[in-house]
């Protein structure tokens, strides 16, 4: 017995529901994400890459122009730095330098904004910033420096480092002897064979950090939906919480109906007539034309219910008119406070003139 309760602990303790909506929710709100840094460092670069091709000539005529204007207006290379002319030369060099960039690093901003736009949404929230102990405590630290997440991220490092230096080094051997004869080209050819080989190398660079995104994703996706996995406990106790406990809730419609049973009992006496199946259903019905233009149901109810209806009726002498089909209709097509349904107008008015014909007499 006492092993059998040991192990139900086990499993009520096991993260094995899937996270609720509300879960995810709160999470969110905590600033636990989906998100991965190399998805946005390939899209990022990626971004870059194109910018780079769409703006290249434009960055090569801006800076063979700018070259050209150096060189033509100086005697030699020492004057860039004589004392009159530094300030003046290094805020050219700045701008110059801020206007080759300015393409490429608008474009690589604006991907980093939708990329991280499309992993996260819209979310502002300080909480992450908030200070916990677990993060200053030198025990959780040393958790989370030998984690399953550290390991990954020590592996997805050294995979990086020997993927592109491997990718450097087959680039090199493949273009050593264009990379050799640069030295032999003039200005505008050693720039746009440099580009070239730039732009090779990158596109190469590219492609597989598009790859690790890709696996990094996979694993992200996997560790974020494994961490917001509930227990068979904390799902119960968030249905308490949004729906309330069931068994209080049970309570108070019980409650809800004996007040509203109590107050259907008090209108009885109000009633024309009870109209009987005769010994299962009892429906009181009353009539008031200044209140609405048909009969409507005052009280209604089954076996003992029904018995105590007819009870308050004799108890105050309200006719008890004998009617199955009209008992079994009224009872199951009109609720209590309805106008009685139109197929039994003609019906139940013949019953309540019969019955007020019986006032009448007495």
Known sequence: MVLNTNLQLFADAEKTEKPTPKKRKDARQEGQVLHSKEVSSAFVLLAALLGFLAFGEYIFNYFISFITEVYSNIESVDKLFLENDLMINFIKIITTFLGLVAPVMLIAFLA?????????????????LKIKLNRISPIEGFKRLFSKRALV??????????????IGYSFIIDNINQIISLSKFELNSLSKNLSDLVLNFSIRIVVVLI???????????????????????EVKEEYKQTEGDPLIKSKIKEKQKKIAMSRMMQDVPKADVII????????AIKYDKDLYMAPYVL????????????KIGDKYSIPIIENKPVARALYEFADIG????????????????YVYSLKDDH
């Not at 009987?276 to 429906?283: E, F, G, K, L, W």
């Not at 009280?299 to 007819?310: C, Q, R, S, T, Y």
């Not at 309805?338 to 003139?353: G, K, N, S, T």
């Open 112 to 128: 980093a904004l939708i990329i991280n736009y499309l992993q996260v949404g819209f979310l502002f929230t300080t909480k992450p």
């Open 211 to 233: 790859g690790i995104a890709f696996l990094d994703y996979l694993f992200q996706w996997r560790q974020h939906e494994k961490q917001l996995m509930m227990t068979k406990q």
């Open 153 to 166: 991220e020590l592996i997805k490092s050294i995979l990086k480092i020997i993927l592109i230096g491997y």
């Open 276 to 283: 009987t199946n005769p010994t299962h259903i009892a429906v």
């Open 338 to 353: 309805d106008l009685i349904p139109e197929e039994l107008y003609e019906v139940v008015a013949e019953i309540l003139a």
């Open 299 to 310: 009280a209604k109810g089954v076996d003992l219910i029904a018995e105590n209806i007819k």
